[in-house]
């Protein structure tokens, strides 16, 4: 069965850290661009961050350029989200998503899915 799954969400202050990780499980990541996607209460779902197969290619929604690094490592068939200075708006659920591409050119979109993670919750607060 094609399984993936997020973990390291949580509650954490403004300007705290959070590390997400994403493991595989019924196929390999290595063929797969892996997009990392949130949704906001009462919002829409959108592409956060994108990586692509080998782990040469990154994108990044300006929302969260500069704080935000995605990572692999395709020996242990899981993509990171690195989530630096954290804000209240950054308070979503976190989806991981494997794409219907390898070499990511832009952040992902809803349509360019293949899998979806059954997301982890991310609150930022004081």
């Known amino acids: 069965q094609l399984q993936l799954v997020e973990s390291g969400g949580g509650l954490v202050q403004p300007g705290g850290s959070l590390r997400l990780s994403c493991a595989a499980s019924g196929f390999t990541l290595d063929r797969y661009a892996i997009g990392w996607f949130r949704q906001a209460p009462g919002k829409e779902r959108e592409g956060v961050s994108c990586?692509?197969?080998?782990?040469?290619?990154?994108k990044y929604a300006d929302s969260v350029k500069g704080r935000f690094t995605i990572s692999r490592d395709n020996a242990k068939n899981t993509v990171y989200l690195q989530m630096n200075s954290l804000k209240p708006e950054d308070t979503a659920i976190y989806y991981c998503?494997?794409?219907?591409?390898?070499?990511?050119?832009?952040?992902?979109?809803?349509?360019?899915?293949?899998?979806w993670g059954q997301g982890t919750q991310v609150t930022v607060s004081s």
């Open positions: 998503a494997a794409a219907r591409f390898r070499l990511c050119v832009r952040v992902p979109r809803l349509d360019d899915v293949a899998y």
């Open positions: 990586i692509g197969s080998s782990g040469g290619s990154t």
